[in-house]
């Protein structure tokens, strides 16, 4: 069981917004720790879209956007574009158990 | 450019050892740690374990410990990771990821495939 809980699924029309929530605890995210988040196509392996919280590697959309409050942060898409459908992972790192986590994991589907 | 390339697909028996490679290039390999991170069929991201490659230091993710054994050779500019006793359920793909100071992994190997038949 993963300390980052995030929703299974997310979906929205295109060119809408939506949101994936990751939700901690005050030995992660509430810690002060950074959080990544990763978008992952099918079959593929994992891509850096936020580091630090919020902050775009080059080559990454500024429809791309991370924030962080609390025990919690979140990763926004505007625009949503057909290219986004993936999976989504957030990650941190936890000082309880002296260990980077990763989210549960969101499928964005693009309607 | 920096580039992680891993090892090819593996198909291992029950009880066996899978060693899996990462070599590097594009960067001085010394300055970052790698990790170690596998992804189950149809399941998530789950970490194993880091490695420094200035010095070797190394922490394994409990869950691991004592079945898994991190190293990197300087002198080709390659980690390695070896999984022991492997079960079926250790079935997944393996990737390696070079890690930055804050813990992102930015950049990542294309993924290695490790099979292990029931």
């Known amino acids: 069981q993963s300390v980052l809980t995030q929703p299974p699924s997310v979906s929205g029309a295109p060119g809408q917004r939506v949101t994936i929530s990751c939700t901690g605890s005050s030995s992660n995210i509430g810690a002060g720790y950074d959080v990544h988040w990763y978008q992952q196509l099918p079959g593929t392996a994992p891509k850096v879209l936020i580091y630090g919280n919020n902050n775009r590697p080059s080559g990454v959309p500024d429809r791309f956007s991370g924030s962080k409050s609390g025990t919690s942060a979140s990763l926004a898409i505007t625009g949503l574009q057909a290219e986004d459908e993936a999976d989504y992972y957030c990650q941190s790192y936890d000082s309880s158990l002296s260990e980077r986590v990763f989210g549960t994991g969101t499928k964005v589907t693009v309607l | 450019q920096v580039q992680l390339v891993q090892s090819g697909a593996e198909v291992k028996k029950p009880g066996a050892s899978v060693k899996v490679s990462c070599k590097a290039s594009g960067y001085t390999f010394t300055i970052y740690g790698i990790s170690w991170v596998r992804q189950a069929p149809g399941q998530g991201l789950e970490w194993m374990g880091w490695?420094?490659?200035?010095?070797?230091?190394?922490k394994s993710a409990q869950k691991f410990q004592g079945r898994v054994t991190m190293t990197t050779e300087t002198s080709t500019r390659t980690a390695y990771m070896e999984l022991r006793s492997l079960r079926s359920d250790d079935t997944a793909v393996y990737y390696c990821a070079r890690e930055e100071v804050d813990t992102a992994m930015v950049y990542w190997g294309q993924g290695t495939l490790v099979t292990v038949p029931a």
């Open positions: 490695i420094s490659a200035h010095n070797g230091n190394r």
